[in-house]
């Protein structure tokens, strides 16, 4: 079963119980999902929907964030709620422990070319360490992941 499918029956169950912010949120991922499929003029693949899944994440974070300094916290809750609701349709996030392996795998194997990789090599090391994350399956936030990267970078 696809994203968009569980959407969609997720959608019709919240319909059914009455659950109008799960439902606003979901027809509102349905819609970005939609509209993404829409400008590339054709489906949109399992990592294309986690991706944008994401980046609808980081916007509610990013939305957090400023209700917080504004002193809105009842709109921050809400911010919150909607995260809980988008991240059900994602793989499981990885822990910083499970991340820090993969970079560390990561920066062995650009080791093998010879030369000890260091902060200049953050560009290859980063492309790798999100490939390595998302073939297992995982996800991962991307500040985190760049901070273990030059951490064991500057080693």
Do not use: C, W
């Not at 991240?87 to 093998?112: F, M, N, T, W």
């Amino acid at each position: 079963m696809t994203i968009v499918q569980k959407i969609d029956a997720d959608i019709v169950a919240a319909m059914k119980a009455r659950e109008e912010h799960k439902l606003t949120t979901l027809r509102m991922v349905k819609s970005a999902l939609k509209n993404k499929a829409i400008d590339k003029r054709a489906e949109l693949t399992d990592a294309e929907q986690s991706q944008i899944l994401s980046t609808l994440i980081k916007q509610r974070r990013e939305s957090i964030e400023s209700f917080t300094k504004g002193n809105r916290p009842e709109l921050a809750e809400k911010e919150r709620l909607e995260i809980v609701f988008i991240e059900s349709y994602l793989p499981k996030e990885a822990g910083e422990d499970e991340v820090r392996a993969v970079v560390q795998g990561a920066i062995a194997q650009l080791a093998e070319t010879g030369t000890k990789p260091g902060p200049k090599d953050m560009g290859a090391a980063m492309k790798i360490v999100q490939q390595r994350i998302m073939a297992n399956g995982l996800r991962a936030d991307g500040k985190l992941v760049s901070e273990i990267v030059k951490a064991e970078l500057a080693k």
